[in-house]
Nanobody, 112 residues
Framework: QVQLVESGGGLVQPGGSLTLSCAHTAKTFATMAWYRQPPGKQREMVATVIRPGTAIYTDSVRGRFTASRDNANNMVYLQMNNLKPEDTAVYYC????????WGRGTQVTVSS
């Protein structure tokens, strides 16, 4: 089973930045994605990292978030800038297609 461990979340003020990390045991060239689950809402896809330098974003984060990956070290990252209160969520990474073994996620709270 793929192992996924997210980290880097925290409390940040609106307009602030955070960088999330995901350590994984997926195959080197597996497509990876970032998801988030806001309080009381369903999990949604935020970004898909197809290969280094190539990512696709959902409209609400495009231009503010940057997803990247380090295949040599089995890491995926999500740089989040200009954070907004509506970005508050638990953030997860996973492969595409999804592994059933979701990680615990990392909490991001954007609040003044």
């Amino acid at each position: 089973q793929v192992q996924l461990v997210e980290s880097g979340g925290g409390l940040v003020q609106p307009g602030g930045s955070l960088t999330l990390s995901c350590a994984h045991t997926a195959k080197t060239f597996a497509t990876m994605a970032w998801y988030r689950q806001p309080p009381g809402k369903q999990r949604e896809m935020v970004a898909t990292v197809i290969r280094p330098g190539t990512a696709i974003y959902t409209d609400s984060v495009r231009g503010r978030f940057t997803a990247s990956r380090d295949n040599a070290n089995n890491m995926v990252y999500l740089q989040m800038n200009n954070l907004k209160p509506e970005d508050t969520a638990v953030y997860y990474c996973n492969t595409i297609p999804n592994s059933n073994n979701w990680g615990r996620g990392t909490q991001v709270t954007v609040s003044s």
